[in-house]
């Protein structure tokens, strides 16, 4: 009877959602096929969120993250950077299973532009989202990306600072993916965007964009100096009323731009989950850390409805290996319901994707495969 209910409820949310051009809004926790696969295991042990990795024209893969701060002594012991570290670390590998740490590639003291160096002050007595004490100032530098522009043969990071200093965009003056990084032009007094997690997409055609948090878009000019146009909202196809989404990416596949977001879902009963915001007055709880999709036939929108693709999975990025088989980054969060249940929490992660019916999804046999040296 469960089962009739829920796929009467979801065929009945379409037809609203096609009349109202709101995307479903039930999260399908439950799919196995849809979630992380049970076999994937931190890559390497380093405190790490926000998993980023690129494979260069080199052949070789890189990593980057956020990271806290090494040797730093943590008032109750738990590593975070909710309020400060020290700037970019990166690591390499040519298999995806073996790493090798680079070290810190740009730092706030020797890196930073002066409105990148002033840091907010901290309230005394201020505590994360997980309950961790802060101290000093926020000064972090989180959500880093490295992409390799190949219309212009440039090695570029786009990253963010907490505290609400925004984001901004590095250009490597060597050529090299480890730097040395400076400033580009559009963000050496200013941030390039006010808030946090920008992200880049380069098209076919060479042109690049600023995907923002999490609904921005903006193209950049020709050398990738600044941006060319402002801002505008990108055109998609929401959730009624719309949540909290972040972790923004953008690609391409089957002749279609990618959306990728990350939306928390909450239980609203004992089986049912929502990507819905959170009702705070009956205390529904946060569910699992979940990436949807959305596609369109151009990187400004209109976009389809959303459709979870990776369960437990948020905050991540898709690349494509030497094969030519995709992956996903993860960094099991530990915050949720579904936080509990990992051993580790904030590691490198790797998730096996496939598409199936031009649809993303993990791919647990590949992941069977991959982690069956562990």
């Not at 379409?14 to 196995?32: D, L």
């Not at 020797?110 to 201020?126: L, R, S, T, V, Y």
């Not at 505290?163 to 032009?185: C, D, M, R, T, V």
């Not at 193209?219 to 100096?225: A, F, P, R, Y």
Request: glycine letters at 8%.
């Amino acid at each position: 009877m469960k089962k009739t209910f829920f796929l009467l409820l979801a065929i009945s949310w379409q037809v609203v959602a096609q009349e109202a051009k709101f995307s479903n809004p039930i999260a399908p926790v439950t799919n196995i096929e849809l979630t992380v696969p049970k076999e994937v295991k931190p890559i390497f042990d380093y405190w790490l969120r926000d998993t980023y990795i690129m494979l260069g024209p080199d052949g070789t893969y890189y990593l980057t993250g956020t990271t806290a701060m090494p040797n730093r002594v943590f008032p109750n012991g738990n590593i975070h950077c909710w309020d400060y570290n020290d700037g970019l670390y990166m690591w390499k590998s040519k298999d995806l299973k073996n790493w090798t740490p680079m070290g810190l590639i740009w730092s706030f003291e020797k890196d930073a532009a002066d409105w990148q160096k002033q840091g907010k002050p901290i309230k005394e007595g201020a505590k994360s989202l997980n309950n961790d004490p802060l101290e000093g100032q926020y000064r972090a530098l989180w959500a880093p990306e490295l992409h390799y522009i190949k219309s212009q043969k440039k090695w570029m990071i786009v990253t963010c600072i907490n505290g609400g200093a925004g984001s901004f965009i590095l250009e490597s003056i060597s050529g090299k993916p480890e730097g040395p990084y400076k400033n580009i032009a559009g963000n050496t007094t200013k941030p390039i965007f006010g808030n946090i997690d920008a992200s880049l997409f380069e098209d076919d055609n060479g042109e690049v964009y600023v995907v923002a948090h999490n609904h921005f878009i903006a193209k950049m000019n020709k050398d990738l100096s600044d941006l060319e146009e402002p801002y505008q909202k990108i055109k998609e196809t929401p959730y009624n009323p719309e949540p909290y989404i972040e972790g923004v990416f953008m690609t391409k596949h089957h002749g279609k731009y990618i959306l990728m977001q990350t939306v928390w879902s909450v239980r609203t009963g004992e089986n049912e989950f929502t990507y819905l915001p959170v009702d705070k007055k009956t205390g529904n709880a946060l569910h699992s850390y979940d990436v949807v999709i959305a596609e369109a036939d151009s990187p400004y929108g209109p976009f389809n409805e959303r459709y979870p693709a990776i369960l437990q999975g948020g905050h991540n990025n898709l690349f494509v290996d030497k094969k030519g088989d995709w992956w996903s980054t993860t960094f099991f969060n530990p915050r949720g319901e579904m936080g509990k249940e990992f051993k580790i929490t904030c590691r490198p992660g790797l998730v096996p994707v496939k598409w199936v019916n031009k649809k993303l999804q993990p791919d647990h046999a590949r992941a069977k495969k991959f982690y069956g040296h562990k």
